[in-house]
């Protein structure tokens, strides 16, 4: 017997609808927070969102972070600037290029959240060596002229 795929319902197109599925609200558990991500998933494997999906990608995504930040805090005491860029990508299952993409999407608040998170730790010295570092060594990142 071969294994079924789980069919995801096509996601809703605007924040209305979205709501309707699933309300944002604080997130006060783990279910609530994995059924969060899991939403936050499929916006994001979805690619060109509407207007009210972008909306509701970046309230779910504030959301999440806010829980983390309570529940799941990342210990940066030993990591460096690539390093800290490197383990918040691990954590998150994300590449440069997904990195990217979510910059777009959520109006670039999700990268400045992990720019934010790199000058809190190691200031604002390393930062941009740190940043091109890391995309010279991934695979689709910007390479030398």
């Given at each position: 017997?071969?294994?079924?795929?789980?069919?995801?319902?096509?996601?809703?197109?605007?924040?209305?609808?979205?709501?309707?599925?699933?309300?944002?609200?604080?997130?006060?558990?783990?279910?609530?927070?994995?059924?969060?991500?899991?939403?936050?998933?499929?916006?994001?494997?979805?690619?060109?969102?509407?207007?009210?999906?972008?909306?509701?990608?970046?309230?779910?995504?504030?959301?999440?972070?806010?829980?983390?930040?309570?529940?799941?805090?990342?210990?940066?005491?030993g990591?460096?600037?690539?390093?800290?860029?490197?383990?918040?990508?691990?954590?998150?299952?994300?590449?440069?290029?997904?990195?990217?993409?979510?910059?777009?999407?959520?109006?670039?608040?999700?990268?400045?959240?992990?720019?934010?998170?790199?000058?809190?730790?190691?200031?604002?010295?390393?930062?941009?060596?740190?940043?091109?570092?890391?995309?010279?060594?991934?695979?689709?990142?910007p390479?030398?002229?």
């Amino acid at each position: 017997m071969s294994p079924t795929k789980s069919i995801q319902p096509r996601l809703p197109r605007s924040f209305k609808s979205l709501v309707a599925a699933m309300p944002p609200r604080a997130i006060m558990d783990e279910v609530q927070y994995e059924e969060s991500l899991d939403w936050i998933n499929r916006l994001m494997a979805a690619g060109k969102l509407t207007k009210g999906q972008e909306l509701y990608l970046e309230t779910l995504v504030q959301l999440v972070q806010a829980y983390e930040a309570a529940h799941h805090p990342i210990d940066a005491a030993g990591l460096h600037g690539l390093d800290a860029l490197r383990q918040l990508l691990a954590n998150n299952d994300m590449n440069a290029s997904e990195l990217e993409h979510l910059a777009i999407i959520c109006s670039v608040s999700a990268a400045t959240e992990v720019a934010l998170a790199l000058l809190r730790a190691h200031g604002p010295e390393s930062l941009a060596d740190h940043t091109n570092e890391f995309l010279q060594r991934t695979p689709g990142g910007p390479t030398q002229p």
